[in-house]
Each structure stands twice: as structure tokens, then as C-alpha cells.
């Protein structure tokens, strides 16, 4: 008996849930296409404009998922509740957290379904995108293409003044160091790029050495250099941070701090996003406590309503935090998770009020 009324409680939390997110989304996808529509040019034009916004509608599914978990869950569980099913359960002998057991499994097939979402489907469809459109527009302008960015291997520092996404960076500086921070040698090579193993190649490479007898000058036509600096940390490095996977954000944010560098960024969107797949999981059992309450004798207009105030509460906390605390340098786990405890906090103390 209690499995078909897990399976049956399920399927009304994710029925409802889908629908509420694909409403979120359609919503979330035309803000987007209409915020690209002002950087139309070259051959960005409205077609890769709308492949774009639906290559970033993964990520923006994953960011809405706890909203839409909450307000899909008080909808279900609510129309549940108004027809008295609620009263029925909890009459052939099911208790409060037998009930919050069976909903909380809806809550962690979401939670699987967001992991998955975070991890394997929007960061890589998100880096795609950006690419994708960066290439569109300035492809008929080749020397805009890439980004330049300063990359760190221990004593030597990388200016790379064009990198795109084949891996071909152009002309480098190279700024080697001695074990007490002296300035050791300037090299300029004209061109450069990784081969197949990951190794430096750069072409035209011309280096001032600074020696305690003065500076020489060395010139060769090619020269092959290992760095640790490899494509996966360079792609890194000019990516956005919620374009990278977890594994990728980790082996990014042990590479910054190996060599000294800031780490805070990508350690916030890191638990940002561990705290935001997590909440899914919660949000059923909140809403079982709210329809145990007020909200049983009130209507879906209500029960909308109030999923919309917490899950926006919620939502522009959660941001406010994350952003706050990469301005203030704050401790990155405690702010974003602040937001997930005082959700769990508040589901505790709504389930130990219900009688």
C-alpha cells in the first residue's frame, strides 16, 4: 500500500514540477533571446540567436529547479489536500514523517535529475554557446578572434594575447622568475600553440635572460616547452565559471591554489551549486508542511502565490549572498549555504508544528 502511494504522491509532485519549469523556462528563454537581440552583428543574427538561448536553457533549468520543485510541490501536494487525500492517509494510519519520507523521495529523483543537469548537460552546453557565438560574431573580423589572458606555472607567467578554440594563442610573453621573485628572463615567441601531448610549441622565440654578468639574448626558429598548463586548465581559464563542470571547477580551483592564485570565484560557484542541487530535496517536505497548515482550505491561487514569494525569497537570496561574498571576500561555503539551512530550518520547525 504505502508503495503505490509514494509512486502516486511522485508522480503528482513531478507532474507538476514539469509543468511549472517548462513554464519558468519558456519565460527565462525569452528574456534571454531578447537580451541577445542588442548584440546582434557579423553573422550573430536572430537564427543563432535563438540557438543560443536554447543551448543556455539547461543551465537556466538547473538554476530554477528548486523554485520550480517548490511551487510544483505546493500545487500537487495542495490539490491533494483540498480533496481531503491527505485526510485519508493520514486516517488508514500514515504518519507526518512517513508522509515526509515518501514525498522526500520525489525530492531526491529531482535531485538526480539537477546533479545531472549541473554536471553533464548545461556547462558544456553553455561553453558551446559562447563559443558558438563569439565565433559568429567576429568572424569576418579574424584579429578579434580569442581572448587574451595571463595563465601561471609556478615560477613563469603566460601573457597570451589571442587564444581561440582550436588552442592557436598567437604571439606570448613569457616572464620567468627566480625562487626569490627576481625577474629571471623575458621571452616573446610570434606564434604558439599546444600539440597533441600538450606540450608549449612556440615558433620565433626570442629570450632576454638576466645572468649576474649581464643579459644575453637567445633566438631559436622552435622550441618545445611542458608546462602544467595544459588545454583542460587553459579552457578553464577563459571560461565562465558556470560554464565548467564540477570536476572541472575542482581541478581549476587545486591549480589556483597550488600556484597562489585567487580561488574564491570558482569555490563560490562551486558550493553555489552543491547547495542549489541539494535544496531540491527539501522543497517537497516544505511543502507538505505548508499544506498541512492554511493551505489546505485555500485555493491553487493561494498555494501559487505563496510558492512564488518563498521560492523568489529564496532565489534572490541565494544570489544576493553568492555575489555579496565574492565582493566582501566572505567564506564561500557559509554563504551559500546559509540560504539551504535556513530553508531546512524552516521546513523542521513548520513539520513540528503539524498535528
Same mark, same amino acid.
Request: no cysteine; charged share 20%.
Given at each position: 500500500?504505502?508503495?503505490?502511494?509514494?509512486?502516486?504522491?511522485?508522480?503528482? $509532485?513531478?507532474?507538476?514540477?514539469?509543468?511549472?519549469?517548462?513554464?519558468?523556462?519558456?519565460?527565462?528563454?525569452?528574456?534571454?533571446?531578447?537580451?541577445?537581440?542588442?548584440?546582434? =552583428?557579423?553573422?550573430?543574427?536572430?537564427?543563432?540567436?535563438?540557438?543560443?538561448?536554447?543551448?543556455?536553457?539547461?543551465?537556466?533549468?538547473?538554476?530554477?529547479?528548486?523554485?520550480?520543485?517548490? /511551487?510544483?510541490?505546493?500545487?500537487?501536494?495542495?490539490?491533494? #489536500?483540498?480533496?481531503?487525500?491527505?485526510?485519508?492517509? =493520514?486516517?488508514?494510519?500514515?504518519?507526518?514523517?512517513?508522509?515526509?519520507?515518501?514525498?522526500?523521495?520525489?525530492?531526491?529523483?529531482?535531485?538526480?535529475?539537477?546533479?545531472?543537469?549541473?554536471?553533464?548537460?548545461?556547462?558544456?552546453?553553455?561553453?558551446?554557446?559562447?563559443?558558438?557565438?563569439?565565433?559568429?560574431?567576429?568572424?569576418?573580423?579574424?584579429? =578579434?578572434?580569442?581572448? #587574451?589572458?595571463?595563465?601561471?606555472?609556478?615560477?613563469?607567467?603566460?601573457?597570451?594575447?589571442?587564444?581561440?578554440?582550436?588552442?592557436?594563442?598567437?604571439?606570448?610573453?613569457?616572464?620567468?622568475?627566480?625562487?626569490?621573485?627576481?625577474?629571471?628572463? /623575458?621571452?616573446?615567441?610570434?606564434?604558439?600553440?599546444?600539440?597533441?601531448?600538450?606540450?608549449?610549441?612556440?615558433?620565433?622565440?626570442?629570450?632576454?635572460?638576466?645572468?649576474?654578468?649581464?643579459?644575453?639574448?637567445?633566438?631559436?626558429?622552435?622550441?618545445?616547452?611542458?608546462?602544467?598548463?595544459?588545454?583542460?586548465?587553459?579552457?578553464?581559464?577563459?571560461?565562465?565559471?558556470?560554464?565548467?563542470?564540477?570536476?572541472?571547477?575542482?581541478?581549476? /580551483?587545486?591549480?589556483?591554489?597550488?600556484?597562489?592564485?585567487?580561488?574564491?570565484?570558482?569555490?563560490?560557484?562551486?558550493?553555489? =551549486?552543491?547547495?542549489?542541487?541539494?535544496?531540491?530535496?527539501?522543497?517537497? /517536505?516544505?511543502?507538505?508542511?505548508?499544506?498541512?497548515?492554511?493551505?489546505?482550505?485555500?485555493?491553487?491561487?493561494?498555494?501559487?502565490?505563496?510558492? &512564488?514569494? $518563498?521560492?523568489? #525569497?529564496?532565489?534572490?537570496?541565494?544570489?544576493?549572498?553568492?555575489?555579496?561574498?565574492?565582493?566582501?571576500?566572505?567564506?564561500?561555503?557559509? $554563504?551559500?549555504?546559509?540560504?539551504?539551512? $535556513?530553508?531546512?530550518?524552516?521546513?523542521?520547525? #513548520?513539520?513540528?508544528? &503539524?498535528?
Amino acid at each position: 500500500m504505502s508503495g503505490i502511494l509514494t509512486q502516486y504522491l511522485m508522480r503528482t $509532485i513531478l507532474m507538476a514540477t514539469a509543468l511549472v519549469l517548462i513554464v519558468l523556462m519558456a519565460l527565462a528563454g525569452l528574456f534571454e533571446f531578447i537580451g541577445e537581440l542588442d548584440d546582434t =552583428r557579423g553573422d550573430y543574427q536572430t537564427a543563432q540567436a535563438v540557438l543560443y538561448t536554447l543551448l543556455r536553457l539547461p543551465n537556466l533549468a538547473f538554476e530554477m529547479l528548486p523554485v520550480a520543485t517548490l /511551487i510544483g510541490s505546493l500545487l500537487g501536494l495542495g490539490g491533494l #489536500a483540498a480533496n481531503s487525500e491527505f485526510v485519508v492517509m =493520514r486516517s488508514a494510519g500514515l504518519s507526518v514523517g512517513k508522509l515526509s519520507r515518501m514525498v522526500a523521495l520525489s525530492g531526491l529523483l529531482l535531485l538526480l535529475i539537477t546533479g545531472m543537469i549541473g554536471e553533464f548537460i548545461g556547462p558544456p552546453l553553455d561553453l558551446y554557446a559562447r563559443n558558438m557565438r563569439t565565433e559568429a560574431r567576429y568572424e569576418k573580423d579574424s584579429g =578579434r578572434m580569442g581572448s #587574451a589572458t595571463w595563465v601561471k606555472d609556478g615560477p613563469v607567467f603566460l601573457h597570451l594575447e589571442r587564444v581561440n578554440s582550436e588552442f592557436e594563442f598567437g604571439s606570448i610573453y613569457l616572464f620567468r622568475f627566480d625562487e626569490n621573485d627576481n625577474l629571471d628572463a /623575458i621571452a616573446l615567441a610570434e606564434n604558439s600553440g599546444l600539440d597533441n601531448d600538450d606540450n608549449w610549441i612556440l615558433q620565433n622565440l626570442r629570450e632576454t635572460r638576466f645572468e649576474d654578468d649581464g643579459v644575453k639574448v637567445v633566438e631559436s626558429s622552435l622550441a618545445v616547452e611542458s608546462f602544467e598548463v595544459d588545454a583542460e586548465l587553459l579552457g578553464s581559464s577563459l571560461a565562465k565559471p558556470l560554464s565548467l563542470s564540477g570536476r572541472g571547477l575542482l581541478v581549476y /580551483i587545486d591549480y589556483l591554489k597550488r600556484n597562489e592564485l585567487d580561488a574564491s570565484r570558482y569555490e563560490s560557484e562551486l558550493w553555489y =551549486r552543491a547547495s542549489r542541487t541539494l535544496t531540491v530535496i527539501i522543497m517537497p /517536505i516544505l511543502s507538505l508542511a505548508f499544506v498541512f497548515g492554511s493551505l489546505r482550505s485555500g485555493g491553487a491561487g493561494g498555494r501559487l502565490m505563496m510558492g &512564488v514569494v $518563498i521560492g523568489l #525569497a529564496y532565489y534572490l537570496g541565494s544570489e544576493t549572498l553568492a555575489n555579496s561574498g565574492q565582493v566582501f571576500n566572505l567564506n564561500p561555503i557559509l $554563504i551559500n549555504w546559509l540560504p539551504s539551512g $535556513i530553508l531546512l530550518l524552516v521546513t523542521v520547525v #513548520a513539520l513540528s508544528r &503539524v498535528r
